[in-house]
């Protein structure tokens, strides 16, 4: 498949993308989102870029230096991929970005230590003052249990979801978040599957990035979807300089990818004889 299609995509083959697309429209039981956009308010796509803090930026560099460089200097010599080593290394350089706390486990004090995170309360508090409601999605359950401490400090309203919450605790929690009970819903987003509807909020705040943008997609849909009736604002908080730069250049291939693919694959379902066979001939 990567020697087929991915590599040529990638490159800017709109013939192979087309192809693909070919084969795997009669497949495709969805709708995309710009075929139902009638149905749907405006989404806006908001970047935003913060500094490392001196505690992270040193803790980054420590890791850089005695786990990621030997690791790619081996890789670089012909040593065998150690992918859960690598992803080891990546997931602690990740949640460097968000708050040290996460990799040295030092939880007090929790604010004054993460650019990224002081921006993420005070965006909170911005639209909270605005009378109006934020899902927040982040990979890590501790980095969850920091923005509870900060949060009940400042006197928000929260409501919790995440892998561990009984279903129909869960649904408890999205009814009181939908009733506008609460202000934030602090959210996993491992734990963000179909049928989770959060529509009373109109401001998505993803706090790291991953490393498939389908995931992060099907996390804002939980709010940008039919039944909002506002408009979508979608916050990405990054750390520039950081692995987080090297994640979104990386999704943005991913996403002019799949577009290519989806766009090829939309077509009417009407076959010729040899398009039925083209469709049916073995890879070589």
Not at 78 to 83: D, F, K, S
Not at 108 to 137: C, G, N, Y
Not at 251 to 266: F, L, T, V
Request: proline share 4%.
């Amino acid at each position: 498949f990567q020697r087929e299609f991915e590599t040529p995509i990638l490159g800017g083959s709109e013939s192979t993308a087309e192809r693909l697309g070919e084969r795997v429209g009669p497949f495709l039981l969805r709708r995309r989102k710009d075929q139902v956009a009638e149905d749907l308010p405006d989404k806006v796509e908001m970047d935003e870029w913060v500094e490392l803090s001196d505690e992270q930026r040193q803790l980054y560099v420590t890791i850089q230096n005695r786990q990621a460089e030997p690791l790619r200097r081996s890789l670089a010599a012909g040593a065998q991929m150690n992918y859960p080593g690598i992803l080891a290394i990546l997931t602690k350089l990740k949640q460097v970005c968000d708050h040290p706390a996460l990799v040295t486990g030092r939880f007090d004090p929790i604010e004054e230590r993460s650019d990224k995170f002081d921006r993420i309360l005070e965006l909170i508090e911005e639209i909270v003052d605005q009378e109006e409601h934020a899902v927040l999605f982040t990979q890590w359950l501790d980095a969850l249990n920091l923005f509870q401490k900060a949060l009940n400090r400042r006197g928000i309203r929260w409501v919790r979801l995440d892998g561990s919450v009984p279903m129909r605790i869960r649904q408890q929690r999205i009814d009181h978040f939908n009733e506008r009970k609460v202000d934030v819903a602090l959210c996993s987003l491992q734990a963000m599957g179909h049928g989770v509807n959060l529509t009373a909020a109109n401001h998505v705040i993803h706090v790291d990035r991953w490393w498939n943008p389908a995931i992060e997609d099907q996390a804002t849909d939980r709010l940008h979807r039919i039944g909002q009736t506002r408009t979508v604002f979608v916050h990405h908080i990054q750390a520039s300089d950081t692995l987080e730069e090297k994640i979104a250049e990386l999704q943005e291939k991913k996403r002019g990818m799949s577009d290519r693919i989806m766009r090829a694959a939309d077509r009417p379902m009407k076959w010729t004889r040899e398009e039925l066979l083209e469709l049916l001939k073995p890879l070589e």
